[in-house]
């Protein structure tokens, strides 16, 4: 037998009215992602193809996320103009599945952590019943707010009822729909002509299009265990609630890699971030974006890394903050240093306290390991930058390059105003203003010549007092 093909429709056109925001619903992020980004991912994990995403509010916006997010997919998007209810939604799919035989599962935009294990099992119980039709339900101490399941004595849907709609009878009933559904594409929008909207709300339930199946045929009820799987948000308490539960779920999965967390609670990992075995991650460390960590590694506590690369065996002292840079391996970092875009470390260097780093590129072994900035910089290799050094890299409109050659060392307190170059193993005085290039192998000093003048101190000190005793009068 041919294996039963499945596409999927993502339901994300609401406005989200609870959000209280100016961003569409389906756009708030969880762990770096849109949340619209999660249910689609599922689908496309279960192979589910073509994926018909309907979208309403910023639907532009939404579709460039996707499309940039799932590069692989078959995603079409439709829009549905005016939000007149779930049955509408789902109708608007219809063009984008005009040439698709199957099955179709319909998804929530706002309903995240659906596991691709969960829908792929909800979908071989489908297929294996020989049905139409299967809803997937959830039973709720508190059912507030749910369509209601009617089942008949053998299981099988009688109809659903939404809240509004429901008798006092039908609301103690505490099975609900989950809206989840996987329906047979044809008799799906067969049964969504003729929808009517003479209900509580004034709209097109898609709940009336299964119920009308289930008048005709079995429709199939698979209860679902883990009601998380099915939260739904509505608002940001909402969002906070179930971003929770993903970071919980993200966090679990990396120790099972072989990483050690050593405050999984406090501890910050996006959903795009990836981490190598025997990497240690201290309390109060957030990792966002796209950031690959190597094998290894130590990230102290409060560090905060973004869209960054950190090789193997690389240490990050405590509140380092480090943002689409690249750090080679063997490097220590901070404490309280700030790498800022566009800067590649390179093997066993050192940034140390206070440094702050921005489109930079060091060779191997190299030290700045106190109160820096190195921006606009290309460093080699084994260079020594004394603590307050700053590359001057800006004249108020331009930004000019500091080169920096192998074996380098440069004074405490010392200026370079770029452009300027610095020969291989040149030293530079503490204290100096480097203006001009620097050949290699020379001593550059730049700085006033020391006068010493006999007993000046005591002269001033005497003054003090005076200046003092006058003030006190
Ligand atoms: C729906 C179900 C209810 C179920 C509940 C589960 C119906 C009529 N009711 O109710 O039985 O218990 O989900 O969470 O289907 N949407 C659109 N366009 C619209 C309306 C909705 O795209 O015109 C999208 C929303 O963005 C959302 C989803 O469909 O992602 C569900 O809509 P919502 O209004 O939240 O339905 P509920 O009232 O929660
Ligand atoms: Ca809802």
Redesign the pocket.
């Known amino acids: 037998m041919p294996k039963r093909k499945c596409a999927a429709v993502v ?6 009215t609870r959000m209280k925001s100016n961003k569409a ?2 756009l708030h992020e969880m762990a770096g992602l849109p949340m619209v980004c999660y249910c689609v991912r599922t689908a496309f994990k279960c192979k589910f193809s073509p994926i018909v995403v ?1 979208v ?1 509010h910023q639907g532009d916006l939404v579709e460039k996320v996707l499309r940039e997010f799932l590069p692989k997919a078959d995603l079409r998007f439709v829009t ?1 103009k ?8 789902m109708k608007m799919a219809k063009p984008a599945l005009k040439d698709f035989k199957g099955d179709v599962a319909i998804l ?4 995240p952590l659906l596991r691709s294990k969960t829908l792929l099992e909800f979908f071989r119980v489908h297929t294996q019943s020989k049905l139409q039709g299967s809803v997937m339900s959830l039973f709720l101490d508190n059912p507030d ?3 209601r399941m009617q089942l008949d004595k053998d299981q099988n849907l009688v109809k ?1 009822v ?2 509004k709609d429901a008798d006092e009878q039908q609301k103690k009933i505490q099975e ?4 989840i559904y996987i329906v047979d594409c044809k008799a799906l929008f067969s049964k969504l002509n003729g929808l009517k909207k003479n209900n509580a ?1 004034g ?6 299009a299964i119920s009308k199946l289930a008048k005709q045929t079995p429709v199939g009820v698979i209860l679902l265990e883990n009601p998380i799987e ?1 939260t ?1 948000i ?1 608002n940001r308490s909402d969002l906070a609630l179930v971003t929770a539960a993903l970071q919980e779920q993200i966090n679990e999965y990396w120790m099972r890699q072989g990483v050690t967390l050593l405050d999984p609670a406090s501890t910050y990992i996006d959903a795009q971030t990836i981490i190598g075995i025997d990497t240690t991650v201290a309390p109060n460390v957030c990792l966002r974006g796209k950031t690959k960590i190597g094998t290894g590694c130590l990230i102290e506590a409060g560090s905060f890394i973004k869209d960054a690369v950190i090789k193997n065996d690389v240490t990050v002292l405590p509140y380092s903050v480090i943002e689409g840079s690249t750090v080679g391996t063997g490097c220590q970092i901070g404490p309280f240093a700030r790498i800022r875009p566009g800067t590649k470390v390179g093997e066993d260097c050192k940034v140390g306290n206070f440094v702050e780093m921005k489109k930079v590129t060091t060779g191997k072994n190299t030290k700045i390991s106190h109160l820096a900035y190195m921006g606009d910089a290309k460093l080699g290799d084994n260079i020594n930058v004394g603590a307050g050094t700053i590359t001057c890299n800006y004249d108020g409109v331009n930004k000019f390059t500091t080169t920096i050659a192998d074996g380098v060392f440069i004074g405490s307190d010392s200026q370079l105003i770029a452009p300027v170059k610095v020969g291989k193993r040149a030293y530079i005085a503490s204290g100096s203003t480097i203006t001009e290039d620097v050949p290699a192998d020379a001593l550059a000093v730049s700085r006033a010549d020391q006068k010493n003048i006999k007993g000046a101190a005591k002269r001033i000190a005497k003054r003090n007092r005076a200046i003092k005793k006058a003030g006190k009068k």
Do not use: F, R
């Open positions: 339901l994300a056109a609401g406005l989200g619903k389906v309907v309403g549905q005016q939000q007149l209810g779930t049955g509408h939604a929530y935009g706002d309903v707010g749910y369509g659903i939404e809240e609900v729909n989950s809206g709300q709209e097109y339930y898609l709940t009336d099915l739904g509505n």
